[in-house]
């Protein structure tokens, strides 16, 4: 009977052992899957970033063309609407900063 309770205590401490290395994986299994979808955000990013990079290059092409036109109109609304923006983010951060 002695040797019945002997290997019963030895089950179950293996099985223990076997329930943390099965915690540990299932660990290493969830940061594994989160870094994989922080790389997801990252790599969508990336592509935003890569996107306004396009964008504002065309814009200061287009805006070349116009200040070598000499559209002196558009030129000064341009130029407040930009110090407008401006004054608006330095305010909008200096609110929640």
């Known amino acids: 009977m002695s040797d019945a309770y002997e290997r019963e205590r030895q089950n179950n401490s293996r099985l223990e052992e076997l329930s943390s290395?099965?915690?540990a994986l299932r660990g290493?299994?969830?940061d594994i899957y989160d870094n994989a979808r922080s790389q997801d955000v990252i790599d969508s990013s990336n592509e935003v970033f890569s996107n306004?990079?396009?964008s504002l290059k065309g814009s200061a092409?287009?805006?070349g063309r116009m200040?070598?036109?000499g559209n002196k109109v558009?030129?000064?609304k341009l130029?407040?609407?930009i110090i407008g923006v401006v004054v608006v983010l330095y305010w909008l951060l200096g609110f929640f900063w």
């Open 52 to 54: 306004l990079s396009t």
């Open 28 to 30: 290493v299994t969830v």
């Open 61 to 63: 092409g287009r805006l």
């Open 21 to 23: 290395k099965v915690s």
């Open 79 to 81: 130029a407040g609407g």
């Open 74 to 76: 558009a030129i000064l």
């Open 67 to 69: 200040a070598s036109q």
